[in-house]
């Protein structure tokens, strides 16, 4: 298939990133990390 490289590399990247994200912000709940950056869609 053509074009498979670069979603399994951004798969594996984002697979050991996200979490660590996470981790970093269940460990640090007392900060104020900001309001989400896009909007509320209503349906």
Known sequence: MV???QP???FAFLGK???FVVQLMLD???VLW???C???VEG
């Open 3 to 5: 074009n498979r490289d």
């Open 34 to 36: 900001g309001g989400a």
């Open 28 to 30: 640090n709940r007392n």
């Open 8 to 10: 399994r590399d951004c």
């Open 17 to 19: 990133l996200v979490p």
């Open 38 to 40: 896009y909007p509320v």
